[in-house]
Antibody, heavy 121, light 105 residues
Framework: EVQLVQSASVVKNPGTTVKISCKVS????????LHWVQQAPGKGLQWVGL????????MYAENFQGRVTITADTSSDTAYMELSSLGSEDTAVYFCATALSVRSFRYFRHWGQGTLVTVSS | IQLTQSPSFLSTSVGDRVTITCRASQGIGSYLAWYQQKPGKAPRLLIY???TLQSGVPSRFSGSGSGTEFTLTITSLQPEDLATYYC?????????FGQGTRLEI
């Protein structure tokens, strides 16, 4: 059974950086692209970016370009999302998700449980 | 690419046939998916490639369309279908979601 387990909720001060993790089990970590998705309270889904764990290639949504870094650690089958210069608008649940098919970025099949990031002073 | 779903909210009854529309601001071929999200949960993939039913998803869900106009249909709505539904385009690496359609039963 494929499982994506994310790190716990966190509270951060404005202007700081947050790094959250997503550990993948039950599937070959390097075979599937991994995505991050943001959901602000009561709002819809917004794609943040992706990483190809096989070669580390990353793509980011324009809205997050310059503030987000997504990485993959193949030694621990864990992906990370780091978001800097946090503002109140970054308060949201962040989900990780793996793609549907091997070596394709398309469609999000397996999802983590979500990590709530609260930005507050 | 902008995706516009309609309606944004739908009041329905058990047994109803429900149709949700998703329009893309430019052509995306068939690179469209539909997700279901229940409160406090992660989204669930229902349909991909516009019309392919994901394994394990009940057959009352179906998708159609290509280019810029797509539909998700739920025949004979069930109480467990209470959720918000999102379309998603993956024509390129610039992935986007529709704003969501909330179903109330």
């Amino acid at each position: 059974e494929v499982q994506l387990v994310q790190s716990a909720s966190v509270v951060k001060n404005p202007g700081t950086t947050v790094k959250i993790s997503c550990k993948v089990s039950g599937s070959a970590f390097t075979a599937y692209y991994l995505h991050w998705v943001q959901q602000a309270p009561g709002k819809g889904l917004q794609w943040v970016g992706l990483v190809d764990p096989e070669d580390g290639q990353r793509m980011y949504a324009e809205n997050f370009q310059g503030r987000v870094t997504i990485t993959a650690d193949t030694s621990s089958d864990t992906a990370y999302m780091e978001l800097s210069s946090l503002g109140s608008e970054d308060t949201a649940v962040y989900f990780c998700a793996t793609a549907l098919s091997v070596r394709s970025f398309r469609y999000f099949r397996h999802w983590g449980q979500g990590t709530l990031v609260t930005v507050s002073s | 690419i902008q995706l516009t779903q309609s309606p944004s909210f739908l009041s329905t009854s058990v047994g109803d046939r429900v149709t949700i529309t998703c329009r893309a601001s430019q052509g995306i071929g068939s690179y469209l998916a539909w997700y279901q999200q229940k409160p406090g949960k992660a989204p669930r993939l229902l349909i991909y490639d516009a019309s392919t039913l994901q394994s394990g998803v009940p057959s009352r869900f179906s998708g159609s369309g290509s280019g810029t106009e797509f539909t998700l249909t739920i025949t004979s709505l069930q109480p467990e279908d209470l959720a918000t539904y999102y379309c998603q385009q993956l024509n390129s690496y610039s992935i986007s979601f529709g704003q969501g359609t909330r179903l109330e039963i």
